[in-house]
T-cell receptor, first 112, second 112 residues
Framework: SQQGEEDPQALSIQEGENATMNCSYK?????LQWYRQNSGRGLVHLIL?????REKHSGRLRVTLDTSKKSSSLLITASRAADTASYFC????????????FGTGTRLTIIP | DAGITQSPRHKVTETGTPVTLRCHQT?????MYWYRQDPGHGLRLIHY???????DKGEVSDGYSVSRSKTEDFLLTLESATSSQTSVYFC???????????FGPGTRLTVL
């Protein structure tokens, strides 16, 4: 079963708008990671947030983590056409932490 | 793709035939992983390796075997391919737990 579940499954916004994706998970984690996948390509790591962190920034990306609610959000500000991709959260669980568990992803489409 | 290559990139085979997919990395990563990606399921872990000759099962290991005789190579074998193994297969690697994973470009396998 998937540890991480993204919401929404698909999102379309106008270029320049902000995009927010959410991830919920079920068990205790060491960290949570977000990845991007362009069509026909492998996943690319975007950002990692540790369980003792609440917010992290990287360029136009902002990630929040609420361990009490077992949820995370990824915000992409000032979206660009090149941000069109699928985004996945992945959790690094405390038990069995050699393995990440990926969610089913959010498909983001940026409309020029 | 961070020094991770996969071969072949595309393969069409018939039910019942053996298939071996190869993952090669040049960054001396300790851990290597094989995932499959199917619509609606995200990425699911098949097998992983935590060192040369050290492997373990993932979430969907039935029908698959792996081998790692060198740090840089991780092979995935389908002993007798079935149509349910039609999928896109991704290899990934990282230095250890709590680290981002680096992904290869994927292998699209079709079993007729």
């Amino acid at each position: 079963s998937q540890q991480g579940e993204e919401d929404p499954q698909a999102l379309s916004i106008q270029e320049g708008e902000n995009a927010t994706m959410n991830c919920s998970y079920k068990t205790s984690i060491n960290n949570l990671q977000w990845y991007r996948q362009n069509s026909g390509r492998g996943l690319v790591h975007l950002i990692l947030i540790r369980s003792n962190e609440r917010e992290k920034h990287s360029g136009r990306l902002r990630v929040t983590l609420d361990t009490s609610k077992k949820s995370s959000s990824l915000l992409i500000t000032a979206s660009r056409a090149a941000d069109t991709a699928s985004y996945f959260c992945a959790t690094d669980p405390v038990v069995g932490n050699e393995k990440l568990t990926f969610g089913t992803g959010t498909r983001l489409t940026i409309i020029p | 793709d961070a020094g991770i290559t996969q071969s072949p990139r595309h393969k069409v085979t018939e039910t019942g035939t053996p298939v071996t997919l190869r993952c090669h990395q040049t960054e001396n990563h300790r851990y290597m992983y094989w995932y499959r990606q199917d619509p609606g399921h995200g990425l699911r872990l098949i097998h992983y390796s935590y060192g040369v000759k050290d492997t373990d099962k993932g979430e969907v290991s039935d029908g698959y075997s792996v081998s790692r005789s060198k740090t840089e190579d991780f092979l995935l074998t389908l002993e007798s391919a079935t149509s349910s193994q039609t999928s896109v297969y991704f290899c990934a690697a990282n230095r250890g737990t709590n680290n981002e994973q680096f992904f290869g470009p994927g292998t699209r396998l079709t079993v007729l």
